[in-house]
């Protein structure tokens, strides 16, 4: 039987790149591709559930539209 490894664990600096990924119109599935993970923890960070803060950490750091 072959050992699975834990997928990686998503930190601030990821969600707050999951943020700007997101809102450049990539899909939540694509994301978590990325980062090795489970669409469902990118959707936490989405929804605010993980890494609270995030949010306003990468509005700062969005090009001006």
């Known amino acids: 039987m072959k050992i ?4 990686y664990k ?7 790149e999951i943020w700007l ?3 450049n119109g ?3 599935h694509r994301i978590a591709a990325k980062y ?5 923890r990118v959707n ?10 995030s949010e306003l ?3 700062s750091k969005k090009p001006a539209a």
């Open 57 to 59: 950490i990468a509005r």
């Open 36 to 40: 090795d993970v489970n669409p469902g």
């Open 4 to 7: 699975r490894m834990p997928s």
């Open 21 to 23: 990924s997101y809102w």
């Open 10 to 16: 998503l930190t601030h600096n990821d969600a707050v």
């Open 44 to 53: 936490e960070v989405i929804k605010g559930h993980r890494h609270p803060g």
């Open 26 to 28: 990539e899909f939540q």
